[in-house]
């Protein structure tokens, strides 16, 4: 039996990348999935691999800055599934320059997707799981947001304050078995880091302890870790897949 069976997990951003790849982890385990995008196409095609994995997808158009939207997913999903164990606020952009080129647009949008977005998840899943009186709850961060990042000034920003957020939240809902933690990644293949030139991925992984930039399934690892009871007695942490950069 999965260590999931039989649990629901909502996942945002699962169109494509990291929260694709943390849906199948997730379905391997044996949990329904509720997949949030903005981006249709490609979730659909993440439902099709995740009932190939024999579970449950539900696909909901979403976008996590709007707390309306958010509350009307969780909703959505309590209703064809009867519970919700496992958040998942995954989904994030990127809006790089330097600081003294950054418009106030750019520092916003980033803030108000990678920062309010998960201030939007964690609250509209809350008053679900304080009520069931258990619940995991896990916000990707990011190396930028314990090391900072030259030209990713509002991006090292928003996931700082996912750190904040998360440990915030642990602690207010501890007292009801919510547990909250994050995961903190390095630099991982997917489109976000796609875009980088050769060369700077070459000076990347001269960074990177192991050598090597990560893939999405080691991420999806740690977040299963933290979905299932073989974490049952951590809350507020923030767990590094970065290959040894931060430490
Ligand atoms: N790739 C990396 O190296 C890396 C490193 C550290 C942290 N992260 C974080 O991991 C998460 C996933 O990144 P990825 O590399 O898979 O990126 P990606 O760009 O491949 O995927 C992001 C997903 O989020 C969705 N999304 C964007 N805005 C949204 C919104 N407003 N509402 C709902 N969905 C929205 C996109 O449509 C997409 O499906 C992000 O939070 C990112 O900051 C990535």
């Not at 909502?10 to 995008?37: H, W």
């Not at 602690?171 to 919510?178: H, P, T, Y």
Request: net charge positive; proline share 2%; charged share 20%.
């Amino acid at each position: 039996m999965g260590a999931l069976e039989g649990r629901t997990a909502m996942v945002t951003g699962a169109s494509r990348g990291i929260g694709r790849a943390i849906c199948l982890r997730l379905a391997a385990a044996g949990a329904s999935i509720a997949g949030l995008d903005i981006e249709l196409d490609q979730l659909a095609e993440t439902g099709e691999l995740v009932r190939e994995k024999g579970t449950e997808f539900l696909s909901i158009e979403a976008d996590v800055s709007s707390l309306q939207q958010m509350q009307k997913a969780v909703e959505r999903t309590t209703e064809r599934f009867g519970s919700l164990d496992v958040m998942v606020n995954n989904a994030g952009i990127t809006r790089d320059n330097l600081l003294i080129r950054m418009s106030q647009e750019d520092w916003q949008k980033v803030i108000s997707i990678n920062l309010t977005g998960v201030f939007n998840g964690v609250k509209a899943v809350s008053r679900v799981m304080m009520r069931q009186k258990s619940g995991s709850i896990i916000s990707i961060s990011s190396v930028v947001g314990l090391v900072g990042n030259a030209g990713q000034a509002n991006y090292a920003a928003s996931k700082a304050g996912v750190i904040g957020l998360t440990k915030a939240a642990a602690r207010e809902l501890a007292r009801r078995e919510v547990r909250v933690n994050a995961v903190a990644p390095g630099y991982i293949t997917t489109r976000m880091t796609e875009r980088l030139p050769e060369e700077s991925r070459k000076a990347l992984r001269a960074q990177i302890p192991l050598q090597r930039l990560g893939e999405p399934e080691d991420v999806a690892n740690a977040v299963l870790f933290l979905a299932s009871d073989a974490s049952r007695y951590l809350t507020g942490q923030v767990i590094s897949v970065d290959g040894g950069m931060a430490m």
